[in-house]
């Protein structure tokens, strides 16, 4: 009998008190109390589910879509974990090694608190070393509302803003001053999303980069521009070779007749653009760089003039009897 009051702890011990949280509003009801605890529940159900898994979703969407319309730039991606910052891929233009990275990160435990210092730090250690014809920027999805720094990030602001480092935020619960003031003061930009249709708006907006402004630096890239040759199983000259690529890769390796080849070195890749892991000469194709090019300097926006105001010269179609103006 003397054991009984701590076997009665031990046991009580395996239950959570949920009364204890119990709270009764003014008028003696239990129901907002109630009400919270199912709201909170539903909500952590729903992030341990599907939360990382839309979000890894909609960012790969992003890399594929980023590349696409700019098929010579770099991304290189970072993630904030346990006041600690660490790189996922290094710089580089090849998109299904960061999809791929992506999609591992989905099992990742993000636990700890972030450091948006250490994060903006390893970007620019990474990005200040680019030439200046380059777009420096970075990209920061963050939803905590706190961040722990070793320093102050004021500071860093100012060396973000020193090395013409562009930082926008995507931020995914609400609105963090210091958020606010590292984009305002970089020229980027920062919203806060309102649904998942929202952060996808958000997201499709950073896939187009900046203009070229008048004070970017020029300078010389020497580029390759390779063309595709695809030899036949007859041709008793041909030779099969591995693609450097899938080397690099520790993919399995296939013998392939056909390829791009570097017109500086003759190393072989399957696909462009890429630079060259021989040479370094970056290899593109003409609809790649002419891509780039359509959002480094676009149009000016077209003025409407009203047609009795026009006063150029006028065609008429004798087949539709309807009016050109060229």
Not at 47 to 56: I, K
Not at 68 to 82: A, E, F, M, R, W
Request: with cysteine; charged share 25%; hydrophobic share 35%.
């Amino acid at each position: 009998m003397e054991d009984e009051p701590e076997r009665t702890k031990r046991w009580e011990g395996g239950y959570e008190r949920t009364w204890e949280i119990l709270k009764e509003d003014e008028s003696g009801s239990l129901k907002a109390t109630i009400e919270d605890i199912l709201f909170k529940a539903k909500r952590k159900r729903l992030y341990e589910h599907h939360g990382q898994v839309r979000l890894g979703m909609l960012l790969e969407y992003f890399v594929e879509e980023y590349f696409d319309q700019n098929p010579i730039s770099q991304i290189g991606l970072i993630v904030t974990k346990s006041k600690r910052a660490e790189k996922m891929t290094e710089l580089s233009g090849n998109s299904k090694k960061h999809v791929t990275a992506l999609k591992k990160a989905v099992d990742m435990n993000c636990s700890g608190e972030p450091s948006l210092y250490n994060s903006l730090n390893l970007a620019m250690q990474t990005l200040k070393h680019m030439p200046g014809h380059t777009s420096r920027e970075v990209l920061v999805v963050l939803s905590s509302l706190t961040t722990c720094d070793p320093a102050n990030i004021y500071d860093l602001i100012k060396c973000l803003k020193a090395v013409k480092i562009r930082v926008s935020v995507i931020g995914l619960s609400a609105e963090v001053r210091v958020c606010t003031v590292l984009a305002q003061e970089t020229g980027g930009t920062y919203h806060v999303i309102l649904d998942e249709g929202h952060y996808k708006e958000l997201l499709m907006h950073h896939v187009s980069p900046p203009p070229a402004s008048s004070t970017s630096e020029c300078s010389l890239i020497r580029m390759g521009f390779p063309q595709r040759t695809v030899a036949s199983l007859s041709d008793q000259d041909a030779k099969p070779s591995f693609s450097m690529a899938q080397l690099e890769n520790n993919s399995d390796p296939g013998l392939t007749l056909g390829g791009y080849f570097c017109p500086q070195c003759r190393a072989k890749y399957c696909e462009l653009p890429v630079e060259c892991k021989i040479c370094g000469l970056t290899l593109v194709s003409a609809p790649h760089l002419a891509r780039s090019y359509h959002h480094l300097f676009p149009l000016d926006v077209f003025q409407e003039v009203p047609l009795e105001e026009y006063k150029g010269e006028r065609y008429t179609n004798l087949i539709c009897d309807n009016e050109w103006i060229l």
